[in-house]
Nanobody, 120 residues
């Protein structure tokens, strides 16, 4: 009943840029916060960036100054602009939403993930 669909991953050289997008759809009453997580092989999933409904943002120290999260609440979308990419940014990136459905149930939903590979 709720879907998050990511797009925009791919292969890029170190120093390059990519933009990820995520669209939430379905039985959504409201979205409290949206964010991006990533998981590299053999590592735990970690928060990359998040943004609240009021626009308050939070970033992992490793991406501060290079990544920018943005949100369009009217369209239930969130984006992640990634600049000056490094090989250590290589991971599967997941979109996440903390939302309330029309049946009043609150939950955390995840996208299917999109691969970002940064070559050195």
């Amino acid at each position: 009943q709720v879907q998050l669909v990511e797009s925009g991953g791919g292969l890029v050289q170190a120093g390059g840029s990519l933009r990820l997008s995520c669209a939430a759809s379905g039985s959504i009453f409201s979205i409290n916060a949206m964010g991006w997580y990533r998981q590299a092989p053999g590592k735990q999933r970690e928060l990359v960036a998040s943004i609240t409904g009021r626009g308050t943002t939070d970033y992992a120290d490793s991406v501060k100054g290079r990544f920018t999260i943005s949100r369009d609440s009217t369209k239930n979308t969130v984006g992640l602009q990634m600049n000056r990419l490094k090989p250590e940014d290589t991971a599967v990136y997941y979109c996440n939403a903390d939302l309330v459905r029309y049946d009043s149930r609150r939950g955390y939903y995840w996208g299917q993930g999109t691969q970002v590979t940064v070559s050195s």
